[in-house]
């Protein structure tokens, strides 16, 4: 059983940043592909951005060139750095860890970015 632990989001102005952390219990990255994910009221839970367990990553249209996925393994944990943030960012930001059968959640962070 894999357990990930959301910390950093917050209340933001718009144009601010945030750092959100995704720690994991155990050493994965090398297994699992990891993702952020976020929910905003009355939406579907869309994919911002994710890092394959070979590097590649991969980010949603609207976060492009604001936000950055890496991961330190030696620490078990994966960031979402987020610049320029917008209201329209505001969500329940999620940590998942996935691979073929199996796949993990954290328990979300809030992100609110105020206008």
């Known amino acids: 059983q894999v357990q990930l632990v959301e910390s950093g989001g917050g209340l933001v102005q718009a144009g601010g940043s945030l750092r959100l952390s995704c720690a994991a219990s155990a050493s994965i990255r090398s297994t699992y592909h990891m993702g952020w994910y976020r929910q905003a009221p009355g939406k579907q839970r869309e994919l911002v951005a994710a890092?394959?367990?070979?590097?590649?990553?991969n980010y949603a249209d609207s976060v492009k060139g604001r936000f950055t996925i890496s991961s330190d393994n030696a620490k078990n944990t994966v960031y979402l750095q987020m610049i320029s943030l917008k209201p329209e960012d505001t969500a329940v930001y999620y940590c998942?860890?996935?691979?073929?059968?199996?796949?993990?959640w954290g328990q979300g962070t809030q992100v609110t970015v105020s206008s």
């Open positions: 998942n860890a996935w691979r073929p059968g199996s796949a993990y």
């Open positions: 890092v394959t367990t070979g590097g590649a990553t």
